[in-house]
């Protein structure tokens, strides 16, 4: 559940800044990170080898955004 917050909370932050926007957008494809040495879960922890959740959802916003749309 607690994921499910954090993405909604991750969508709206990119909805209503466009400098977050932008920010995102130039990360092209390459891989975001949360730097977190304490978490584990949302960031990569301490090993560098964690779930890095939060990175997950800010990429996953980026591929929805950048999606081509279909026409028909």
Same mark, same amino acid.
């Given at each position: ?11 709206? =932050? ?7 926007? +932008? @920010?995102?957008?130039?990360? &092209?494809? =390459? ?7 304490? +978490? @584990?879960?949302?960031g990569? &922890? ?27």
């Amino acid at each position: 559940k607690r994921v499910a917050i954090m993405t909604e909370i991750v969508r709206a =932050k990119y909805e209503q800044h466009p400098l977050i926007q +932008d @920010s995102l957008l130039r990360t &092209g494809t =390459k891989i975001i990170v949360e730097e977190n040495d304490n +978490d @584990s879960f949302w960031g990569w &922890g301490p090993d560098k080898k964690g779930k890095n959740t939060l990175g997950v959802i800010w990429m996953k916003l980026r591929d929805e955004v950048t999606k081509p749309v279909a026409t028909v």
